[in-house]
C-alpha cells in the first residue's frame, strides 16, 4: 500500500502542478494583455490618421476636377469667342473690299470713263478728282501707305477688343 499511496501522492502532486502550470500557461498575463491592447490602440489611431489624410486628398482632388472642369468651359468660352472674332473679321474684310470696289465703280462713273475703268488701290498715289477734298501726299510712298493702313487696323482691333 505504501507503494500504491505514494503513487496516489505522486499523481496528485503531479495533478496539481500541470493544472497550475495550464491555468498559467492559458491565461494572459496583465503585462502582456496591456501591451496588446496598446497595440490595438496605436492601430486604431493610425487607421484614424490613414482615413483622415485620405478624406483631405480626396477632397482636393475633387476641388482640382472642379476647377479643371471651370477652366475646361473657360477655355470652351475662349475659343468660342476667337472664332466669333475671326468670322467678324473675315466679314469685316470682305465689306471693305466691297466698299473699296464700290468706291472705285462710282469713281468711275463721275469720270464717265465706264470702258477704261481700273481699280485704284488705296496705296497708289492719284490726282484729286473734281469737287473732291484734299490731294493725296505724293510724297508718299506705297510702304508707308501700307504701314499706315496696318496702324488703322491695329487701333481698330484695339476698338474691337476693348467692346
Given at each position: ?116 475703268m ?7 498715289p ?8 484734299t490731294p493725296?501726299?505724293?510724297l ?24
Amino acid at each position: 500500500m505504501n507503494t500504491i499511496g505514494q503513487t496516489l501522492n505522486r499523481a496528485v502532486v503531479m495533478t496539481v502542478i500541470g493544472v497550475l502550470f495550464v491555468f498559467s500557461a492559458g491565461c494572459v498575463s496583465s503585462s502582456s494583455y496591456r501591451a496588446v491592447k496598446k497595440e490595438a490602440e496605436d492601430a486604431q489611431r493610425e487607421l484614424r490618421i490613414e482615413r483622415t489624410k485620405m478624406a483631405a486628398i480626396e477632397k482636393f482632388h475633387a476641388e482640382r476636377r472642379k476647377q479643371t472642369d471651370e477652366l475646361v468651359n473657360k477655355l470652351g468660352l475662349a475659343v468660342d469667342k476667337l472664332d466669333s472674332t475671326t468670322r467678324y473679321w473675315g466679314e469685316l474684310r470682305h465689306e471693305i473690299a466691297r466698299l473699296r470696289i464700290a468706291r472705285e465703280l462710282e469713281r468711275a462713273k463721275v469720270t464717265d470713263k465706264p470702258s477704261s475703268m481700273s481699280l485704284v488701290l488705296e496705296t497708289e498715289p492719284r490726282a484729286p478728282e473734281a469737287g473732291q477734298g484734299t490731294p493725296l501726299n505724293p510724297l508718299v510712298t506705297p510702304s508707308e501707305s501700307k504701314q499706315r493702313i496696318k496702324e488703322l487696323i491695329q487701333q481698330l482691333q484695339g476698338i474691337v477688343e476693348q467692346n
